[in-house]
């Protein structure tokens, strides 16, 4: 017990170091050399995101959707060990450099799925909900014949990338929960939902005009699910094999701890459920 008495200041020193390694990267725009930066002054928060040039409308069948450009950026993924609400697959946080991409401005709503599929597997049958009921395997068919129809490479994201888009990018203000540190303002939750899902776009978005990316469904990241480690990794894929699929964002049937931002959640890739959806990236 003495030995890990005092050990104990050394992993907090070692994870402070983490932490402020990946904040210089942040900071000083890429100088690792060591050099004194120009001093920069206090930003001040950024404005609401424009859809100018930062969203791209795409129509399939008469429905029309819209992906959200997230610029690169190094960020530190998962919990601070400081967080007392953390699940232990949350830990260790990282530090993680993603270049540029688009995400969702929302969850794939049923009136996308039927365009896309001609079917609708949903419980909760409304065409602006988000569709549920669909696997891991589903969505990569759906995005598979999405992908013939408008000739692009939509994908599902990564966990990297979900996480970095609910946090709101390079926009983040650090809140608990995606756009906001009260649960009740942007999402659909257990205490409120009324035991169903909400049309999307009914709460409040994030610093990157996303929304629902806290509660309503989960939604299916491509990633493999394994723990984290302390390595500073860029644009990390996941394993390339395993025997879960990652979930992001909580549900309707969750309470507020499993939808703060950096709950994972796990699933067989066959799994099917109304509280689990999806979003696109590109």
Known sequence: MKIISKLLPVVAIMAGLMMFSCEKEVNN????????PTPTPT????????????????????????????????????????????????????????????????????????????SNPSHFKFPDRPVEEIS???????????????DKQFRLPTEAEWEYA?????????????????????????????GETHAVKTKAANELGLYDMTGNVLEWCSDWMAAYTADTVSNPQ???????????????YNDARRLRVTRRSEYNPTFTDYSVGFRLAL
């Open 166 to 194: 609910a946090r709101g990018g390079g926009n983040s203000h650090g809140y608990k929960f995606s756009g906001s540190d009260n649960v009740d303002d942007v999402a659909w939750y257990t205490d409120n939902c009324g």
């Open 43 to 118: 930003p001040t928060p950024p404005p609401s995101p424009s859809p100018s040039g930062n969203v791209d409308s795409i129509t399939v069948n008469g429905v029309t959707f819209k992906m959200v450009k997230v610029e690169g950026g190094t960020f530190m993924m998962g919990a601070p060990i400081t967080d007392s609400e953390a699940y232990s697959n949350e830990l260790p946080q990282h530090c993680v450099t993603l270049s540029e991409y688009y995400i969702a401005e929302t969850e794939v709503t049923q009136a996308l799925w039927q365009a896309v599929m001609g």
């Open 136 to 150: 891991w395997n589903d969505c990569k068919t759906f995005i598979e014949k999405l992908n013939q129809l408008t």
């Open 238 to 252: 996941g394993p390339a094999a395993g025997f879960k699929r990652v979930l992001r964002g909580g549900s309707l």
């Open 29 to 36: 725009n890429g100088n690792q050399s060591g050099s004194t």
